[in-house]
Nanobody, 127 residues
């Protein structure tokens, strides 16, 4: 059974920090790359960050560069998203996703590249 389970969301004030975790199990463990997406209220889902399991290559959306850091622990099959200097516009449901097939980094922005999805975790940043 494929599973991606996110945790770590919550309510934080502007300027605060949160760390999201995404634990992979089943077929998701064999993913080539993992991505974090978010869906703000009333908006479409958007790419936040991605990482390749094998090499650790990372990619960030411009809106989070310098504030968010993605990392992975291969032994724990877990991907993390460290979020600092949070802003109200970061408020969203955050999803982790796994891409089974190797793809160019530029493709990570497309949700269609990913085969596995978690259930999402709410992040709310108060002003």
């Amino acid at each position: 059974q494929v599973q991606l389970v996110e945790s770590g969301g919550g309510l934080v004030q502007t300027g605060g920090s949160l760390r999201l975790s995404c634990a992979a199990s089943g077929r998701a463990v064999g993913s080539s790359a993992m991505g974090w997406f978010r869906q703000p209220p009333g908006k479409e889902r958007e790419f936040v960050s991605g990482i390749r399991w094998s090499s650790g290559v990372t990619e960030y959306a411009d809106s989070v560069k310098g504030r968010f850091t993605i990392s992975r622990d291969n032994l724990k099959n877990t991907v993390y998203l460290e979020m600092n200097s949070l802003k109200p516009e970061d408020t969203a449901v955050y999803y982790c996703a796994g891409a089974a097939r190797k793809a160019f980094v530029s493709s990570w922005y497309r949700a269609s590249v990913y085969d596995y999805w978690g259930q999402g975790t709410q992040v709310t940043v108060s002003s």
